[in-house]
């Protein structure tokens, strides 16, 4: 069974910045793709980054705002997400799939919990 852990949401202001980690198990770190997914209220989750053996990825509409990173020691990921806008308001999940990274939230197999990011205007 995997188990992924996300914590470090919150609530914060416009152009502030934020950590989000998502803790597993060591297997499941070096053989799975990892991302980070969002879904605001009555929206569908949408990709947010990923990473893996290969690189990373990034939707547009955080690119040179968000960044993922991974920490082997610790089995751990993160998004380390700056200038915040309102609109990046959403639950945000991390997510584990077998391969490479992909956008399509349906191709993960495993889910955390989620965290709470609110950005006040």
């Known amino acids: 069974q995997v188990q992924l852990v996300e914590s470090g949401g919150g609530l914060v202001q416009t152009g502030d910045s934020l950590r989000l980690s998502c803790a597993t198990s060591?297997?499941?770190?070096?053989?799975?793709?990892m991302g980070w997914f969002r879904q605001a209220p009555e929206k569908e989750r949408e990709f947010v980054a990923a990473?893996?053996?290969?690189?990373?990825g990034y939707a547009d509409s955080v690119k040179g705002r968000f960044t993922i990173s991974r920490d082997n020691a610790k089995n751990t990921i993160y998004l380390q997400m700056n200038n915040l806008k309102p609109e990046d308001t959403a639950v945000y999940y991390c997510?584990?799939?077998?391969?490479?990274?992909?956008?399509?939230?349906?191709?993960?197999?495993?889910w955390g919990q989620g965290t709470q990011v609110t950005v006040s205007s």
């Open positions: 997510a584990a799939r077998l391969g490479g990274w992909s956008k399509s939230p349906r191709l993960y197999d495993y």
């Open positions: 990473i893996n053996w290969s690189g990373t």
């Open positions: 060591r297997h499941t770190f070096s053989s799975y793709a």
